[in-house]
């Protein structure tokens, strides 16, 4: 049985996804397959299990010596299992920029490709077997095409994710305004999150000259829910970081509908990183960044220290 797993601190696009994978594996290909996850899903993607009655896949903390696996909407071995270098990965369908680090025991299928969701990219390469999906994984892949778009207003959205959604959308009877208004209202409530399950809950580990960052990103319709707690998110970082090998934590809080990102600035490091990257003024524990929608295009490519 193959498993199908994408990222830690699983998305819509990270849940959603192997779900496709799995369903095109075993239900087309003839090839048995499962779809897994490295962690607790996102609100919005538990919202999205609910909403098509898609059941959760199990969740795993590491994969086995030998274990037959595909990787989806990520490449990163910091993302992945600790032991993913000693399973035997057979695909790779991503959709971000090549991090290296994977060992593999033999060619594989990779497929990466500049689209804005791995779903746009599965779409493409299930092409008339389309037909044969079922309602409820169809509307997976467009949930995530959403999701990962921020309804269109991601710099990462191509006119083939829009195309791609639109058609979706119309074959499923779904208004895509209103689909993606409950999307985010799901993405926005965090009420029940403590402060590290919100700096850990969308976020990536990345090296900057030398520094081992955490950058988090928070997409809501609502950005006064998440920076009234501000002070406590702050005050959480140090033990996050400590935790998890980084030495800051970056939280960017994204207003999908105002289009910008405010960044919190615990200290002189994440105040310099703001300067040098952004070309900002800082003169407070925040900082709004115009037009700022994208960790993938938009912060890490700009990151200095």
Avoid at 138 to 157: G, Q, V
Avoid at 275 to 284: D, K
Wanted: overall charge negative; some cysteine.
């Amino acid at each position: 049985m193959i498993k199908v797993f994408g990222h830690k601190s699983p998305d819509t696009d990270s849940t959603g996804s192997p779900i496709i994978w799995a369903w095109y594996l075993t239900e087309v290909k003839g090839t048995p397959a499962k779809p897994v996850l490295l962690g607790e899903p996102n609100t919005e993607a538990a919202f999205v299990l609910k909403r098509w009655n898609l059941d959760k896949p199990e969740i795993v903390a590491d994969v086995a010596p030998g274990e037959t696996c595909v990787v989806v909407d990520t490449n990163n071995p910091a993302e992945l299992p600790a032991s993913i270098n000693e399973a035997n990965v057979v695909q790779i369908i991503d959709h971000h920029l090549l991090a290296g680090g994977l060992k593999t025991k033999g060619p594989i299928d990779i497929t990466i490709r500049p689209l804005a969701c791995t779903a746009t990219i599965m779409h493409d390469m299930i092409g008339a077997d389309m037909d044969k999906m079922p309602e409820p994984v169809k509307c997976a892949m467009l949930s995530c095409i959403l999701s990962d778009t921020l309804e269109f207003r991601s710099p990462t959205t191509t006119d083939h994710d829009r195309a791609v959604a639109e058609k979706l959308a119309g074959e499923l009877g779904i208004s895509i305004p209103d689909y993606a208004e409950e999307l985010f209202a799901a993405k926005s409530d965090v009420s029940a999150f403590s402060e590290a399950d919100l700096l850990r809950m969308d976020s990536k580990e990345y090296e900057v000259a030398g520094k081992q960052l955490r950058v988090s990103v928070l997409e809501t319709t609502s950005p006064k829910a998440v920076l009234d707690r501000k002070d406590a998110l702050m005050a959480a970082m140090p033990g996050v970081a400590a935790e998890d090998g980084a030495e800051q934590v970056l939280l960017f809080v994204v207003d999908i509908i105002r289009e910008e990102a405010t960044l919190l600035v615990p200290n002189d490091l994440v105040k310099r990183i703001a300067e040098a990257s952004f070309g900002a003024t800082v003169s407070g524990d925040t900082v709004v960044l115009p037009g700022i929608m994208s960790r993938k295009k938009q912060i890490i490519p700009a990151l200095k220290v």
